[in-house]
């Protein structure tokens, strides 16, 4: 009978004890040190700035019309007359445009933009109240022109190389017209020469200096970004993010089963990604309008602007925008495209995205002043060429960087200045022309 009772006691303490353990498992509460307020999957934000339409669409020329035709010494002189130009209040803006697109005068100042900007932005860009009635039409020119009557006022014109209608303003400001006059009138201005590219194509015409121009060469560094802030962005549950196999092409695949993440190598210590979501409704494009606010919102929604970047290309119809990395107001270019930022809309969706995972930082102490030839001469020597080249396949010639690597060193880059032309729709240095040219000649 003891041994029954002594038996039952334990039995009942195993099962008190097992009540007790499993409350003490569904109750606990471990104590962990704090982490960050912002964990790894709620990081959204690359480092880099926030900016504003002004902030990416600057002009490619800025060109004084007189008796010549001439252009600031630098870019830096140039962005900042436009800076003052875009502070300027308009008095008036006509609502409707009208067709003479030959009645711009002289003298005045020509501001080339990089793309066709649509009317309804110029408030955007320029000290223009209110622009929501205007037509749904774009430019590409506008012209400062400075009326030669008693009033000293500025008639704005904005034009464009695909219409003839004008869309007309008015500044009258005393001081603005005495600071486009002394600009205009100023004898250290480079001069420079327009030459058409195509004789049956008028508007298809560029500014090419006629002197030699100093430009200073740069070494910069290179830093890695963190990717996971936009993991976070592109794809809407991260945690159901996985790693494909890859072939030599690629560093790094990741898939969500429906997105696509690509890494490239790009230099020795940078990656270049490009995302791709394929469309999965019926398609609904994005006015020229819409699809450059909601490609700055987007960018700006992950702090995703980490160096100078340009608008460089649009196109309502590919529903595709385009910038390029700027430094010192010229653009930059390398051999992979690794400097630019490059998007794809569909159904009014990110469809596509290919940008740098790294920016450029600290420049070193500037090298030598880099001596370039005229641009003029630029165009001689293709001209002289044509045997070997087809001049109809030039669409473009600008000065910029080229951005290479720094041999023997892993994270320092090399900006160097030259001449650069658009051929057959791909930029390319001058220094290419030249060997393709030398071997042909050769050969």
Do not use: C
């Amino acid at each position: 009978m003891n041994l029954e009772k002594l038996k039952t006691a334990v039995l009942v303490i195993l099962v008190a004890t097992s009540l007790g353990l499993t409350f003490a498992l569904w109750t606990y509460q471990p104590q962990y040190e704090e982490t960050d307020e912002i964990t790894y999957l709620e990081e959204n934000e690359l480092d880099g700035e926030q900016q504003t339409i002004s902030d990416v669409i600057s002009p490619k020329h800025i060109i004084f019309h007189n008796n010549a035709h001439t252009t600031p010494r630098s870019k830096s002189n140039e962005q900042q007359l436009f800076q003052e130009m875009s502070d300027w209040a308009f008095s008036e803006l006509d609502q409707y445009p009208s067709e003479d697109a030959s009645s711009v005068w002289t003298p005045n100042v020509e501001v080339v933009m990089p793309v066709s900007v649509p009317y309804e932005m110029i408030n955007q860009l320029f000290n223009v109240e209110d622009t929501t009635n205007l037509q749904n039409e774009s430019f590409n020119r506008v012209f400062f022109q400075l009326t030669q009557g008693s009033e000293e006022q500025i008639r704005v014109s904005f034009t464009s190389d695909t219409h003839d209608q004008v869309l007309n303003g008015l500044i009258e400001s005393v001081s603005a017209y005495e600071h486009l006059q002394s600009y205009i009138y100023d004898d250290n201005m480079i001069p420079v020469e327009k030459v058409e590219l195509h004789e049956d194509q008028p508007t298809d015409y560029v500014y090419l200096t006629q002197e030699d121009t100093t430009v200073t060469e740069h070494t910069v560094l290179i830093d890695e970004l963190d990717d996971q802030p936009l993991k976070n962005v592109l794809f809407s549950n991260p945690t159901l993010i996985s790693q494909q196999n890859t072939g030599d092409d690629y560093q790094e695949v990741l898939t969500d089963g429906t997105r696509l993440l690509r890494y490239n190598n790009a230099f020795s210590t940078g990656r270049y990604i490009s995302y791709y979501k394929p469309p999965t409704q019926e398609l609904s494009d994005l006015s020229l309008m819409e699809l450059l606010n909601r490609s700055v919102e987007h960018t700006n929604d992950y702090n995703g602007w980490t160096n100078n970047f340009n608008v460089s290309q649009l196109s309502e119809q590919n529903q595709m925008i385009q910038y390029r990395l700027h430094q010192n107001g010229y653009p930059v270019f390398d051999d992979n495209q690794y400097v630019t930022l490059r998007q794809e809309w569909a159904n009014q969706e990110l469809q596509l995205l290919k940008r740098p995972l790294f920016k450029l930082t600290t420049p070193f102490q500037d090298h030598d002043e880099v001596e370039l030839p005229s641009g003029v001469s630029i165009y001689d020597y293709l001209e002289s060429s044509s045997q070997e080249i087809s001049l109809s396949l030039v669409s473009d010639i600008k000065m910029g960087y080229q951005l290479s690597e720094e041999e023997g060193s892993s994270n320092v880059l090399f900006l160097e200045p030259t001449w650069f032309i658009k051929y057959a729709g791909v930029w390319r240095p001058f220094g290419y022309f030249e060997e393709r040219i030398t071997l042909q000649e050769d050969g």
